[in-house]
């Protein structure tokens, strides 16, 4: 089993920056790929950005270049740090955990709530 705890959101002007953390622990010998998803009121959940095990990334188009994820493999943690926010990116953020390849668990954290107003 493995427990997902994320932090760092909150209320932030258009223009401005957060950094979102999240650490897995317990079973986690074998991460593979870390995410952060998002989810605004009345639209499904979307991914923001995964870092593979070797530290190989993705972003969704709407925040390459203003975000940039990280991951430390030694403390299985994932963070996200993000700037120029806009008020679009409003949405509480999720940290997403693969365990395994062959025959993957996925684990999610309780989500924390970022606001960007204009």
């Known amino acids: 089993q493995v427990h997902i705890v994320e932090s760092g959101g909150g209320w932030v002007q258009a223009g401005g920056s957060l950094r979102l953390s999240c650490a897995a622990s317990?079973?986690?010998?074998?991460?593979?790929?870390m995410a952060w998803y998002r989810q605004a009121p009345g639209k499904q959940r979307e991914l923001v950005a995964n870092i593979g095990s070797g530290g190989s990334t993705n972003y969704r188009d709407s925040v390459k270049g203003r975000f940039t994820i990280s991951r430390d493999n030694a403390k299985s943690t994932v963070d996200l740090q993000m700037n120029s926010l806009k008020p679009e990116d409003t949405a509480v953020y999720y940290c997403?955990?693969?365990?395994?390849?062959?025959?993957?668990?996925?684990?999610w954290g309780q989500g924390t709530q970022v606001t960007v107003s204009s």
């Open positions: 317990g079973r986690t010998f074998n991460i593979n790929i």
């Open positions: 997403k955990v693969t365990v395994g390849v062959s025959m993957p668990n996925v684990y």
